[in-house]
């Protein structure tokens, strides 16, 4: 792709951070350059996706299972009928998305976005952080909470137990490492100065203090199931950016914040429905025969319409969209989890507004089970009850109120 004048061969990983670029015309040749070369393999993806949905289809018929989603949730010990609710009453909540969508094209001075925009920077705020004052805030947003967490947090630093700057031959991203009950966990980050890492070491300390607190388990419960895995991380973002945005006086930079907590929250729930509802379309449709890329990519194009609405325009190679999630490849049915997880973590965040210290020792009883309980009876531990009515609402609630939050803010 030409990038500055210069054509230059980009790694996928590479195209896709430029999602991210201030310019539109720079956002729109990224994602389409990246989505066609997936288009120029598309006899291999046929051959993978149609495959893979028959020995499925073989092996659901083979053990009796009744629908295609239904090995995974029995692994999760979530029961069908909680991820269906858990679902619609998600895709009951799209005109939220809707809703940020056209204030976001408000912000970039455009009639409205294309799905190339929604992760296009606000404000640039251009702010950097030293490592020394990311590693502050993130202690303070855990000492704020409970001053054990902070403590928690400031021996990974303390004892050397984090993997810091980027260099030749590391492995990219972030990552945190629970060994066993017996031995200190490590963090692996990739710091380059921004706000978005601070909240990545926020989010990688969280699960280094889940791992610290589940301590108390056997090696066989010592991890958290899928659903819960990313409770303790996601909520101490949702700390550090609570303490940012109480401290922030500057718009432009709130405003940022705001817009990637819930750009975060968007793509978290709504999106992983979207994976998710047409995951499941693939499998039905597959036991009917082999299906052709066109109807494939018309499958993807449906699903992902029902949550943009007329708020976002596709570009015309995102028909191709599908080919690139790796998730429906290796972990059948895996996407519903982020949703399941951000939900409860907004449900956790607001019952610790409303109730204060009381929530605390719940909370903590929380992480300390790690693995040994079901995901409900895990979360009744901090009060909160996954099979009540209404109860997925309550998060969507939350992102109403953050969205109210951006339009004072604008
Ligand atoms: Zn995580």
Redesign the pocket.
Known sequence: MELNGEEKDFTGEELLSLLHNTSPDIRFRAFSTFLEKHAEQGIVFNTVFNTMALDHGQEMELRGYGSPIQPTNIGNEIPDQAVEHLMSVTEANYGLAQQYFRIKAGMLGMQKIRNCDIYAPVAESGKQYSFDEARQLTVEAYQGFDPDFGRIIQAFFDERRVDVMPRAGKSGGAFAMGISPAAPPFLLLNYTGTLRDIATIA??AG?GLHFVLSQKQTMLNYHAPLPLA?TA?VFGEMLLTRMLLDREQDPAVRRSLLCAKIEDIIATTFRQTVLTRFELRLHEERKNGLLSNDRIGQIWLEENARLFGDAVDMIPSYRWGWSYISHFIHSRFYCYSYTFAELLVLALYRKYREQGDGFKAGYRRLLESGGSLSPADTAALAGIDITEAGFWQKGYDFLGELIEELKTAI
């Open positions: 989010h990688e699960h990313e991380s």
